[in-house]
């Protein structure tokens, strides 16, 4: 009997802690509100390839004389590469990665190191823009059950 390992990614708690600040090239300086939805992993089965995604966003409210169009990057996290991110619980490490799309082709970074910046929203409307990460843990690794995480932070420039 083979053990799940439950994986949570929580981006939400890594990222922004203070209003954005939007429009400032312009000279105004509009703050912006960021909220973050967490990427939550189902319990992890190594050999179960369809298992092994989850959706995260991130929102932008402006008011209404700003408009969001912020470009956005995401660190490589502990593993320092953006095309082999790992969460590690102890000494054990869960290989997954960011995309920028549900094909999971576009690793999502700062434009180095064959990653892209996130720099279109999935929804956008006057004042609010919606940007859609996808995540998926690798299929074929034996690792204990436990805790995974990474250290990410990201940075959005107006």
Known sequence: MRALTPVVLALACL??????RAGASEGRTSSCHVAVSPLVFPPY???AHDRSSAI???????PPDVEPHPRI?????????FAERHMTSGNERLRYNLFLEPSHLRVIGD???????I??????SPGRAVFTIYGKILPGQSVSPGQYSDDL???MEF
Not at 15 to 20: I, Q, T, V
Not at 119 to 124: F, G
């Open 56 to 62: 995260g966003t991130i929102q932008v409210d402006c």
């Open 15 to 20: 990222w922004l802690e203070a209003p954005a």
């Open 73 to 81: 990057s995401i660190s490589p996290g502990r593993s320092g590469y």
């Open 111 to 117: 434009g180095t190191g064959g990653s892209e910046a």
């Open 45 to 47: 089965d190594g050999l």
């Open 153 to 155: 932070t990201f940075q």
């Open 119 to 124: 720099t279109a929203a999935s929804v956008h």
